[in-house]
């Protein structure tokens, strides 16, 4: 069995809260991951509006251990902004020494 570092996307449809990506990335702070890859799709027009806040979808990349990459999407998904989460991992393609 692979035990070292794979690869990781972290895919989150949340609330669009002004500061959702503050409160995404600050799990990958605190845990010394770097993402690879960010990408954020917020509303089409740009605007929130406090009354009906629309849709957000965020995806990450990182590279880590499972246990890691699992304890990430565990912090992120009880978020009260997050409606839905998932996380795909796949064998990354370095070879741990």
Not at 43 to 65: Q, T, W
């Amino acid at each position: 069995m692979f035990s070292g570092p794979l690869r990781h996307r972290l895919v989150v449809e949340a609330d669009a809260h002004p500061n959702l990506m503050l409160r995404l990335l600050e799990p990958f702070a605190i845990h010394d991951v770097q993402p690879t890859r960010i990408r954020l799709d917020g509303p089409p027009d740009g605007k929130i509006d406090p009354a009906n806040l629309g849709n957000m979808r965020a995806e990450i990349a990182f590279v880590a251990p499972v246990e890691l990459a699992e304890r990430l999407w565990a912090r992120i998904d009880v978020m009260v902004p997050v409606r839905t989460s998932h996380l795909v991992s796949s064998a990354s393609s370095e070879v741990a020494a």
